[in-house]
């Protein structure tokens, strides 16, 4: 079975700060890695996933995440954040060898940006 | 650009009745999902589907659920015989193949009163 922790309920940052939203998971089988956005009223948006290669990983709207696999992280992060960043972030799993494809959460990080 | 559509945003049923929550999957994709987010918790899977049949399903997926892909187009999540505890919100899901990206839908807003 496969499990997500993201550490941090809330995340509250200034404008231009540096941010950093921690993700560790659990599994007993290698996995894909997975970073989604849900901004008010709206679904999930894939930001960026990690499938195989580079452990560095870019994504859309200036984000990036690592992938370390001795330490079970997948952690988000943006050099610089602005307003309309404010949303909650999911961090998720999926086994490459399942047929369902399923994705296992987290349980979500809000971004509150202050100006 | 193409997307998931779900209808409708929001259903309020009574308990023990009936409902259908229904998506319009991303015309080229072959995988089908559903999932649900109770209110402060996290995202949870339900079911997978394709080629016409589950491929998985949680525990949570039980006899009172069930899927449907009636047409080419639609694809339905129908509660039997809904509970108070079903209330949450659902999202569909579509990708068109194994390990690619999964595209979600706005979600539809279940309230069982």
């Known amino acids: 079975a496969q499990s997500v922790t993201q550490l941090d309920s809330q995340v509250p940052v200034f404008e231009e700060a540096p941010v950093e939203l921690r993700c560790n998971y659990s599994?007993?089988?290698?996995?894909?890695l997975f970073w989604y956005v849900q901004y008010p009223n709206q679904g999930l948006q894939l930001l960026l996933k990690?499938?195989?290669?580079?452990?560095l990983v870019k994504g859309i709207n200036g984000f990036e995440a690592e992938f370390n696999k001795s330490q079970t992280s997948f952690h988000l992060r943006k050099p610089s954040v602005h307003i309309s960043d404010t949303a909650e972030y999911f961090c998720a799993v999926s086994d490459p060898n399942n047929a369902g494809n399923m994705l296992t959460f987290g349980g979500g990080t809000r971004l509150m940006v202050k100006p | 650009e193409p997307e998931v559509t779900q209808t409708p945003s929001h259903q309020v049923t009574q308990m023990g009745q009936e409902v259908i929550l229904r998506c319009v999957p991303i015309s080229n994709h072959l995988y089908f999902y559903w999932y649900r987010q109770i209110l402060g918790q996290k995202v949870e899977f339900l079911v997978s589907f394709y080629n016409n049949e589950i491929s998985e399903k949680s525990e949570i997926f039980d006899d009172q659920f069930s899927v449907e892909r009636p047409d080419g187009s639609n694809f339905t999540l129908k509660i039997r015989s809904t509970k108070l505890e079903d209330s949450a919100m659902y999202f569909c899901?579509?990708?068109?193949?194994?390990?690619?990206?999964?595209?979600f839908g706005q979600g539809t807003r279940l309230t069982v009163v």
């Open positions: 599994s007993s089988v290698s996995v894909y």
């Open positions: 990690y499938l195989s290669g580079s452990t």
């Open positions: 899901a579509s990708s068109w193949g194994m390990n690619t990206e999964a595209f």
